[in-house]
């Protein structure tokens, strides 16, 4: 068994660095950024193998490791869990068959994830543990050249384990006898051996190659869910941002020591991770775009990849598109209907999608669209967030989608109509449990109403962005019919801005279906998503328009009193209560006509703001009992009556009589508890709050401001976090606790400054300039 070449290094097997016999032919060579030895071997004599063992790569890892440019940072908590399926027996508390078992860890995720660098992290780590030596075999199971086999391992790893290349036996079964015989002798000597097997595809690559006993240790990375029932597995996700950053930035310093523009534009960097998905093979790629342009900063290559398709992540030899579409054509060879769903799901709108969603766009049954998303889970394509819900990586759905056959185009059009069509008919039977408009049926599509909503809160980003799907292909139909279904449960929830996005999408759409009717309604919803945003001026321009289509149409179905009714609380809201008070009765008699008694509850409710705005407390309080005595146990009734009760509170202390506001605001409070009405629960416990300060029972009204706060917090409402904070500091000084009530309107005033709200800003600024003024020490003359 002759060879040629040159050798560098000592004489002794275990000691020689760097060899190479005979010519490379054959598979390629992925060596990476291995330190330490690496072995091609070319033997003439032997019979040649499956796949040759030209192109094996098989390196043996110096100790101490011979410096490169590697960068590996964070995965702490995957650093501890591998080392310690490494780490060697340390007493008898391990198990009396510790000291001689095999432990096979499998370091699995998507391609470019860095399961290859966390390998050689952990085996640089723990090089003393292994005396017997650190081997690095890539088994090339993703590469175009063929799958590296045991067969094609044998030879070049028995000459890294110091067997003389004249004991090495010809025949692959011989050669595997010899293999098992050696890693039993290293294990009886206590000199256990650790084989990492790099980009394992199947499990038959490495059938042969694992240790039957001796206390060695095994790492397998892998992209795919290989059948090691032993295995312990460990799955690897993307970087967190600042990890993500620090990656960027070592990269750049690496290239050059002065260059910080990872750090010195954090907002661009954090940017660019986004566009790379925070995926280490992407973030490898950008650092050497922007080391080739000295000139470009972070935030502008950011831009340039999230225009450009994943074809645009490539520098030099190393492009992200080459390993995703080894992972996304080896699925489609062995599951091509999986591959398919991939990329119908690469098409469809939104963060996730869910079983059912999936099943749709197949056009297949739910328990046959799980089994093909458990195949894409396992090729490590997508991952499973919660049962029966799951996500596509932005890159790996960018290649999908770029990587589309071209008779797909049919396919995937028909796919997204279903999906419009299920989303509108499932989103109008969840809404039938949100409004329950009374003599309206409920949808059995869900059992409860909690249910449905449960249902509209899970998929509320996808249904906002399939608004915007069906508006960017012109399926009008589809954008207004899911736009005017999601209105009271974005309203409901506070989800605002999104109410407003999809309502003026609906009112393109209806500008293009031209059905006046229909346009009068996308108006109105338009003028209801400003006015709740704030935005009074632009709200009434909206209302202004509805109410002239429908003065136009002679409209009889109360449309023009639910605009009246609108530009009644957007003039309140302006402290137009004379103007406001006018406008509700419009409103009031409009629906007492038509017979519509939720039209007219809401009127009264609406007419008895504006009265509290102009003092006439006692004709509010008429009007308040008149809505509530209208009210019947149904929930929008009774949500209505939630309202009503809340705004017979402010009747109440307007007349001096702030005890019984306090039982009213608590009913209003318990009602919109009841309903899950997290916002109006929010305004109720503020309301509670003042009627207890007007009471004098501060301590309670600190509980209540408190309260209010939290929820505020929950949902996010920073505007209603400062308004809670300045209550909190009135309360703590009605109590006298000064130092604390300037403390909390310290913390109003930096959150109503942040939310660059200056009417906020003034109002605490005026409490603050008065606390001083009450605890200023008179000058002594």
Same mark, same amino acid.
């Given at each position: =068994?002759?060879?040629?070449?040159?050798?560098?290094?000592?004489?002794?097997?275990?000691?020689?660095?760097?060899?190479?016999?005979?010519g490379v032919s054959g598979l390629a060579v992925q060596a990476g950024e291995i330190h330490g030895n690496v072995v091609f071997h070319h033997h003439e004599n032997c019979p040649a193998p499956s796949v040759p063992e030209?192109?094996?790569?098989?390196?043996?890892?110096?100790?101490? !490791? +011979?410096?490169?440019?590697?960068?590996?940072?964070?995965?702490?908590?995957?650093?501890?869990?591998?080392?310690?399926?490494?780490?060697?027996?340390?007493?008898?508390?391990?198990?009396?068959?510790?000291?001689?078992?095999?432990?096979?860890?499998?370091?699995?995720?998507m391609g470019g994830v860095g399961k290859s660098a966390l390998a050689r992290h952990c085996a640089l780590t723990a090089l003393r543990w292994f005396s017997g030596g650190v081997f690095w075999i890539d088994l090339q199971g993703y590469s175009d050249g063929g799958l590296v086999t045991?067969?094609?391992?044998?030879?070049?790893?028995?000459?890294? *384990?110091?067997? !003389?290349?004249?004991?090495?036996?010809?025949?692959?079964?011989?050669?595997?006898?010899?293999?098992?015989?050696?890693?039993?002798? *290293?294990?009886?000597?206590?000199? @256990?051996?650790?084989? +990492?097997?790099?980009?394992?595809?199947?499990?038959?690559?490495?059938?042969?190659?694992?240790?039957?006993?001796?206390?060695?240790?095994?790492?397998?990375?892998?992209?795919?869910?290989?059948?090691?029932?032993?295995?312990?597995? *460990?799955?690897?996700? /993307?970087?967190?941002?600042?990890?993500?950053?620090? =990656?960027? &930035?070592?990269?750049?310093? %690496?290239?050059?020591?002065?260059?910080?523009?990872?750090?010195?534009? !954090?907002?661009?960097? #954090?940017?660019? /991770?986004? #566009?790379?998905?925070?995926l280490p093979l992407a973030l490898l790629i950008a650092a050497g775009l922007l080391n080739d342009e000295p000139h470009l900063d972070a935030d502008t290559l950011a831009g340039q990849l999230d225009r450009a398709?994943?074809?645009?992540?490539?520098?030099?030899?190393?492009?992200?598109?080459?390993?995703?579409?080894?992972?996304?054509?080896?699925?489609?060879?062995?599951?091509? &209907?999986?591959?398919?769903?991939?990329?119908?799901?690469?098409?469809?709108?939104?963060?996730?999608?869910?079983?059912?969603?999936? #099943? /749709?766009?197949?056009?297949?049954?739910?328990?046959?669209?799980?089994?093909?998303?458990?195949?894409?889970?396992?090729?490590?394509?997508?991952?499973?967030?919660?049962?029966?819900? %799951?996500?596509?990586?932005?890159?790996?759905?960018?290649?999908?989608?770029?990587?589309?056959? @071209?008779?797909? &185009?049919?396919?995937?059009?028909?796919?997204?109509?279903?999906?419009?069509?299920?989303?509108?008919?499932?989103?109008?039977?969840? &809404?039938?449990?949100?409004? =329950?408009? !009374?003599?309206?049926a409920v949808s059995e599509r869900f059992v409860d109403r909690e249910e449905a909503l449960a249902w509209l809160d899970t998929e509320h980003p996808n249904l906002v962005a399939t608004v915007q799907l069906a508006a960017g292909i012109n399926c009008h139909t589809h954008t207004i019919n899911l736009a005017l279904a999601l209105n009271k449960f974005l309203g409901w929830r506070r989800h605002l801005l999104d109410l407003l996005t999809v309502q003026e999408l609906a009112l393109e759409a209806a500008h293009h279906v031209g059905d006046p009717y229909i346009l009068a309604d996308a108006w109105n919803d338009v003028g209801l998503a400003q006015l709740n945003l704030g935005r009074i001026s632009q709200a009434i321009s909206a209302f202004q328009q509805a109410l002239c289509i429908c003065l136009e149409l002679g409209d009889n179905h109360g449309r023009e009193g639910a605009v009246w009714g609108h530009i009644g609380l957007a003039l309140w809201h302006l402290d137009q209560f004379e103007e406001a008070i006018a406008a509700h009765q419009i409103a009031g008699d409009i629906f007492h006509d038509l017979g519509n008694r939720y039209g007219e509850i809401t009127a009264w409710h609406n007419l008895g703001l504006a009265l509290v705005g102009t003092g006439r407390f006692e004709q509010a309080v008429a009007v308040f009992q008149r809505a509530l005595d209208a009210c019947v146990d149904d929930v929008v009734v009774r949500h209505d009556a939630g309202m009503a009760w809340g705004g017979l509170g402010w009747a109440l202390i307007g007349l001096g009589r702030p005890e019984e506001a306090v039982l009213a605001h608590q009913t209003a409070r318990d009602i919109f508890a009841e309903l899950g009405d997290r916002h109006h629960e929010s305004t109720a416990w503020h309301n509670v709050g003042l009627a207890l300060l007007k009471a004098g029972r501060f301590g309670e009204a600190l509980t209540a401001f408190q309260r209010d706060l939290d929820i505020c917090r929950e949902l996010s409402d920073h505007d209603g976090e400062g308004v809670a904070w300045g209550n909190i500091g009135s309360a703590l000084m009605e109590a006298g606790e000064f130092d604390e009530a300037r403390a909390s309107w310290n913390r109003a005033l930096h959150t109503f400054q942040g939310n660059n709200d200056t009417d906020g800003a003034d109002w605490i600024l005026q409490l603050l300039d008065d606390l001083d003024n009450r605890t200023a020490t008179p000058l002594s003359l």
């Amino acid at each position: =068994m002759g060879s040629c070449g040159v050798t560098n290094g000592d004489t002794d097997p275990e000691l020689v660095h760097n060899t190479v016999t005979g010519g490379v032919s054959g598979l390629a060579v992925q060596a990476g950024e291995i330190h330490g030895n690496v072995v091609f071997h070319h033997h003439e004599n032997c019979p040649a193998p499956s796949v040759p063992e030209a192109g094996t790569v098989v390196a043996r890892l110096a100790d101490p !490791p +011979v410096p490169g440019n590697e960068v590996f940072v964070g995965r702490d908590a995957e650093v501890s869990q591998l080392l310690a399926a490494l780490a060697p027996c340390t007493g008898a508390e391990d198990g009396a068959d510790r000291a001689t078992s095999v432990v096979v860890s499998a370091v699995a995720g998507m391609g470019g994830v860095g399961k290859s660098a966390l390998a050689r992290h952990c085996a640089l780590t723990a090089l003393r543990w292994f005396s017997g030596g650190v081997f690095w075999i890539d088994l090339q199971g993703y590469s175009d050249g063929g799958l590296v086999t045991a067969a094609a391992v044998y030879s070049p790893l028995l000459r890294r *384990l110091g067997v !003389p290349a004249d004991r090495i036996p010809d025949q692959t079964d011989e050669r595997a006898a010899v293999y098992d015989q050696v890693l039993r002798d *290293l294990g009886a000597a206590g000199r @256990p051996v650790l084989l +990492v097997l790099d980009n394992a595809s199947t499990a038959s690559q490495l059938q042969g190659l694992l240790p039957a006993s001796g206390g060695h240790r095994v790492v397998v990375t892998t992209r795919d869910t290989l059948a090691l029932p032993s295995a312990r597995r *460990l799955a690897l996700g /993307v970087l967190p941002l600042e990890d993500a950053i620090t =990656m960027l &930035d070592q990269r750049l310093r %690496w290239h050059n020591p002065e260059d910080d523009r990872a750090l010195t534009d !954090p907002v661009g960097a #954090a940017r660019l /991770v986004r #566009a790379c998905g925070a995926l280490p093979l992407a973030l490898l790629i950008a650092a050497g775009l922007l080391n080739d342009e000295p000139h470009l900063d972070a935030d502008t290559l950011a831009g340039q990849l999230d225009r450009a398709s994943t074809d645009g992540f490539a520098h030099g030899e190393t492009r992200l598109d080459t390993v995703l579409t080894a992972s996304y054509e080896r699925v489609r060879r062995r599951a091509p &209907d999986a591959a398919r769903l991939l990329s119908l799901i690469a098409h469809a709108p939104g963060i996730d999608v869910s079983t059912e969603s999936a #099943a /749709v766009l197949a056009d297949t049954t739910v328990d046959r669209a799980r089994a093909l998303l458990r195949v894409l889970l396992q090729a490590y394509l997508l991952t499973a967030t919660v049962l029966d819900r %799951w996500r596509v990586h932005d890159l790996v759905r960018r290649h999908a989608a770029d990587h589309a056959r @071209p008779d797909d &185009d049919d396919n995937i059009e028909a796919a997204l109509t279903r999906l419009l069509d299920y989303y509108c008919d499932t989103t109008r039977a969840a &809404d039938t449990h949100v409004r =329950m408009l !009374p003599d309206d049926a409920v949808s059995e599509r869900f059992v409860d109403r909690e249910e449905a909503l449960a249902w509209l809160d899970t998929e509320h980003p996808n249904l906002v962005a399939t608004v915007q799907l069906a508006a960017g292909i012109n399926c009008h139909t589809h954008t207004i019919n899911l736009a005017l279904a999601l209105n009271k449960f974005l309203g409901w929830r506070r989800h605002l801005l999104d109410l407003l996005t999809v309502q003026e999408l609906a009112l393109e759409a209806a500008h293009h279906v031209g059905d006046p009717y229909i346009l009068a309604d996308a108006w109105n919803d338009v003028g209801l998503a400003q006015l709740n945003l704030g935005r009074i001026s632009q709200a009434i321009s909206a209302f202004q328009q509805a109410l002239c289509i429908c003065l136009e149409l002679g409209d009889n179905h109360g449309r023009e009193g639910a605009v009246w009714g609108h530009i009644g609380l957007a003039l309140w809201h302006l402290d137009q209560f004379e103007e406001a008070i006018a406008a509700h009765q419009i409103a009031g008699d409009i629906f007492h006509d038509l017979g519509n008694r939720y039209g007219e509850i809401t009127a009264w409710h609406n007419l008895g703001l504006a009265l509290v705005g102009t003092g006439r407390f006692e004709q509010a309080v008429a009007v308040f009992q008149r809505a509530l005595d209208a009210c019947v146990d149904d929930v929008v009734v009774r949500h209505d009556a939630g309202m009503a009760w809340g705004g017979l509170g402010w009747a109440l202390i307007g007349l001096g009589r702030p005890e019984e506001a306090v039982l009213a605001h608590q009913t209003a409070r318990d009602i919109f508890a009841e309903l899950g009405d997290r916002h109006h629960e929010s305004t109720a416990w503020h309301n509670v709050g003042l009627a207890l300060l007007k009471a004098g029972r501060f301590g309670e009204a600190l509980t209540a401001f408190q309260r209010d706060l939290d929820i505020c917090r929950e949902l996010s409402d920073h505007d209603g976090e400062g308004v809670a904070w300045g209550n909190i500091g009135s309360a703590l000084m009605e109590a006298g606790e000064f130092d604390e009530a300037r403390a909390s309107w310290n913390r109003a005033l930096h959150t109503f400054q942040g939310n660059n709200d200056t009417d906020g800003a003034d109002w605490i600024l005026q409490l603050l300039d008065d606390l001083d003024n009450r605890t200023a020490t008179p000058l002594s003359l």
